[in-house]
C-alpha cells in the first residue's frame, strides 16, 4: 500500500448558532490513499458533508476548525491562504456534486465551462482546451461528445448531466477526487451506470476517490475502505468487507439493519433506530450513541468511548467494539 | 373482476412540446404516448407497488387517477363506478387520496401545520370530527406529537413532513392512499419507520396503498403485487414474491439486476441496462424496450407484443415470455 495522500487528523468544525456552536464534526481521523476509493457513509446530520466540503476546503462561512488539520501535499490546506485555497482545488482537490443541474452555470454551455475549468492549464490553446475537454466527456461516456459542449445543462438528462460533471472534475487529473452523494438525484438504471462509470474510470485513476453517501449499496459497489459516521464522529472504520460482513459498532449494525436491500426474507415490520441524534450543541458526556443503543451500559453514559482496533486497519468507537 | 380502484385500457397523449408554431398549421398537431392501453387493479386492502425509470409514466399515471389530469381513452373506475367528468373526480378525491413526491414542497410554508391538516375538510365542506382536537387526533395518529401543530413546515424534519402528509391524505379516512416516492430523500432509518407507519395504518384501518417508487428494495418488502411500468405500457405485474423470485420480462430482471449491492462480495462485474429511457416523442416500434433489451431479435423491432397471462395472476408483454420463464425455472438467473 502507498502513502496517504490526504489525511484528515483529530478534525473538529463546529457551526456558530444562535443556541451556541453547533458541534457538527469532532475528532475526525480519515486517510485516503493513491489508488484507493473510500466511502464516508452515515445518515442526515452525522457531519460527512462537512467533513467533505473540509476535504475541498469549502467551508460555510460560519464553519470555525477548532482541533486538527486536513494534511495534504505536506501541509495543512484548512490554513493555507485563499488564494492558494483556490488553487488546489480542481487542479489537486476536485469535487461531484450532489446535483449537477446546480453545478453548472445555467446559461453557458458545457464545453464554455469545461474551457474555463481549464483556467490553471499553461500552454494550451483555447482549441486545444476545448480538445480536451470533448476527449474527457468521450472518456466518460458522452457519445456524441462535440455536440454536447454546444448544449446547456438544461438540455442534457439527468444520467448525461451527472457524466458532464464528472468529466469536469477529472478534467485536471486531480490527486483527491471528492464525489457527494454522486448518485442520490438519479433512478436505479442511471444510478448502475454511473456506478460503473466510477469503477472503470478508477482503473487507470491514481489518486483516491473519497465517496460521500448515505447509500450502503454505494459504498458496497464502489469503495475499498468505509468510515461510518454518526453524530459528528467517525464510529466505525475498516475494509467495506469487513464493515458489511464483520460490523463492531451497533449503530453500524443498526444501520445495514434496516436497509431493506439487506433483507432477504420479505417482512411485514422493518427495523428502525429507535431515538433521535442528540443535541449537537451540547454533545452528551458519554458515547454520542448511548440514548440509542441496545448494548448501553452505565460506563457508556459517562465516559466517550477511544478507538477500539478490532482488526488489521479495522476500528471501532465503542467500549464493547471487542465482545 | 372489480377492484377497489380498476383502470382499463388507458391512454393517455398530450400535445408535444414542440407542437406550439405547429398547432397553427393545418392538419394534426404531433402527439406525445405517454400512457398506451394501460390496464391495472387495485384490490381492497392491497398493497400495490409501481415500478419503472424516471419517465416511464408512473407520477402521469397517478395524477391521472385522481382527474388532475385527463385521459384520452380508456376507463377509470373507483369502487365500480366509472369516473367520467369533473364531479365524479371531485367524490373520488373523498375516498382516494394523493402523497405527492415532495413532502415539504407540498405543504404551504405560510401556515402552520395544524391549518393544512384541516384543509381536507374545509375544501369537502366535511365536519371537524374531533372539533378542536382534530389536527391532535391527526398527527397523534401518525405518530407524531400533537405540538407539531403549531410549527411550520420549514421547522419540520424530512421525516415528520413525511408524516405530516400521511396524516393529511388520511384525513378524510380514504379506502386507497396514492403515494408517489414516499420515502425518497429519506434516510433508510426514517425510511423504515415511515413504511413501517403506512403497513401498520393498512392493517388497522384496512387501506390500500399504490405506492410509486423505483426503490426495488422497498417494493419487495411491504407490497403484495408488483407492477412493472417501462415507457407507458406496462410490461409485467404479479405477486411481488414471484416476481422478484422468477422475473419474466427482460426489464424487470435488468431493475432487479441493477440495484446496488451493499455486500462487496456480491458486486457486479459488467452493467445491468444500458443506455437511457427513450423519449416519449421517439417511441421505438415493435416492442418499445428493444432498443435496450439484451434478448431482442428482429421480430421485437417490428411487432408490438401482447399481454400475456402466464399465469391467472402474472402478466408480461414479451414475445419471448415463455422461453425467458422455461429458462428461469430450468437453472440460476440473475443475482
Known amino acids: 500500500m502507498s502513502e496517504a495522500l490526504l489525511k484528515v487528523d483529530d478534525l473538529s468544525i463546529s457551526y456558530a448558532s444562535e443556541e451556541g456552536p453547533v458541534q457538527a464534526l469532532r475528532h475526525a481521523t480519515l486517510e485516503a490513499r493513491a489508488g484507493e476509493a473510500i466511502g464516508i457513509v452515515g445518515e442526515s446530520g452525522c457531519g460527512k458533508s462537512t467533513l467533505a466540503s473540509a476535504l475541498i476546503t469549502l467551508l460555510a462561512g460560519n464553519a470555525r476548525v477548532t482541533s486538527g488539520s486536513v494534511q495534504f501535499g505536506g501541509r495543512d490546506i484548512l490554513s493555507v491562504s485563499e488564494e492558494e485555497k483556490r ?69 442534457l438528462s439527468g444520467g448525461m448531466r451527472q457524466r458532464a460533471a464528472i468529466a469536469a472534475a477529472l478534467l485536471m487529473a486531480p490527486q483527491v477526487l471528492v464525489a457527494d452523494e ?142 | 373482476m372489480s377492484g377497489l380502484y380498476d383502470v382499463d385500457n388507458v391512454s393517455l397523449d398530450l400535445a408535444a412540446p414542440s407542437a406550439g408554431l405547429q398547432r397553427l398549421l393545418p392538419g394534426s398537431a404531433p402527439r406525445m404516448t405517454i400512457l398506451s392501453s394501460l390496464s391495472l387493479s387495485i384490490g381492497h386492502g392491497e398493497m400495490l407497488g409501481l415500478v419503472g425509470e424516471s419517465g416511464s409514466g408512473k407520477s402521469t399515471l397517478a395524477r391521472a387517477m385522481m382527474g388532475l389530469v385527463d385521459i384520452t381513452d380508456g376507463k377509470l373506475s373507483f369502487e365500480g363506478r366509472p369516473l367520467k367528468g369533473r364531479a365524479d373526480f371531485v367524490k373520488v378525491r373523498q375516498g382516494a387520496a394523493l402523497m405527492f413526491q415532495d413532502a415539504v414542497a407540498s405543504l404551504s410554508p405560510r401556515r402552520k401545520v395544524a391549518a393544512q391538516l384541516i384543509e381536507p375538510f374545509q375544501i369537502n365542506g366535511v365536519p371537524l370530527p374531533d372539533g378542536n382536537r382534530a389536527p391532535a387526533v391527526m398527527l397523534e395518529r401518525v405518530g407524531l406529537s400533537s405540538s407539531l401543530g403549531q410549527r411550520y413546515p420549514h421547522e419540520l424534519s424530512g421525516g415528520q413532513a413525511r408524516r405530516v402528509s400521511v396524516a393529511r391524505a388520511l384525513a378524510l379516512k380514504p379506502k386507497l392512499v396514492i403515494a408517489d416516492e414516499p420515502t425518497a430523500g429519506l434516510d433508510v432509518s426514517v425510511q423504515a419507520e415511515i413504511l413501517n407507519l403506512m403497513t401498520g395504518l393498512r392493517s388497522d384501518m384496512g387501506l390500500s396503498f399504490l405506492i410509486i417508487t423505483h426503490n426495488l428494495a422497498v417494493v419487495r418488502h411491504v407490497t403484495d403485487r408488483v407492477a412493472v411500468l417501462y415507457l407507458g405500457r406496462m410490461a ?100
Not at chain 1, 499553461?122 to 461516456?141: I, T
Not at chain 2, 435496450?292 to 397471462?309: D, G, T
Request: charged share 25%.
Open chain 1, 87 to 155: 488553487k488546489l482545488r480542481g487542479r489537486h482537490i476536485a469535487m461531484i456534486f450532489q446535483d449537477p443541474m446546480t453545478s453548472f452555470n445555467p446559461v453557458l454551455t458545457i464545453g464554455e465551462q469545461l474551457v474555463d475549468f481549464q483556467d490553471q492549464r499553461e500552454g494550451l490553446s483555447k482549441p486545444e482546451k476545448r480538445q480536451q475537454a470533448a476527449l474527457m466527456l468521450k472518456r466518460v461516456g458522452i457519445s456524441d461528445p462535440v455536440r454536447c459542449l454546444d448544449r446547456h445543462v438544461h438540455e
Open chain 1, 182 to 323: 454522486p448518485t442520490t438525484a438519479l433512478d436505479v438504471t442511471m444510478e448502475a451506470q454511473i456506478i460503473h462509470l466510477l469503477r472503470e474510470l478508477r482503473r487507470d485513476y491514481n489518486g483516491a476517490v473519497v465517496i460521500v453517501t448515505h447509500h450502503l449499496g454505494v459504498v458496497g459497489e464502489l469503495c475499498d475502505r468505509v468510515y461510518v459516521m454518526y453524530a459528528g464522529e467517525v464510529v466505525e472504520e475498516g475494509s467495506t468487507d469487513d464493515v458489511y460482513h464483520n460490523p463492531r459498532h451497533p449503530y453500524t449494525q443498526a444501520l445495514i439493519a434496516c436497509d431493506p436491500a439487506n433483507l432477504h426474507e420479505q417482512t411485514p415490520v422493518l427495523p428502525t433506530i429507535p431515538g433521535r441524534l442528540p443535541d449537537l450543541v451540547n454533545p452528551p458526556r458519554g458515547c454520542s450513541f448511548a440514548a440509542r443503543c441496545p448494548r448501553v451500559h452505565e460506563r457508556c453514559r459517562s465516559e466517550g468511548p477511544d478507538y477500539v482496533e478490532v482488526g488489521p486497519r479495522h476500528r471501532a468507537r465503542c467500549h464493547e467494539a471487542r465482545s
Open chain 2, 236 to 335: 409485467e405485474w404479479g405477486p411481488t414474491r414471484e416476481v422478484f423470485a422468477r422475473p419474466y420480462h427482460p426489464y424487470t430482471r435488468s431493475l432487479i439486476a441493477a440495484e446496488p449491492q451493499a455486500d462487496p462480495r456480491k458486486r457486479r462485474p459488467d452493467l445491468a441496462l444500458k443506455g437511457e429511457i427513450p423519449s416519449v416523442l421517439a417511441r421505438p416500434s415493435g416492442c418499445e424496450f428493444h432498443t435496450r433489451c439484451p434478448i431482442a431479435r428482429p421480430r421485437c423491432a417490428v411487432e408490438e407484443p401482447e399481454s400475456n397471462m402466464i399465469t391467472p395472476d402474472r402478466m408480461v408483454r414479451c414475445h419471448f415470455a415463455e422461453e425467458t420463464r422455461i429458462e428461469t425455472q430450468g437453472g440460476n438467473h440473475g443475482t
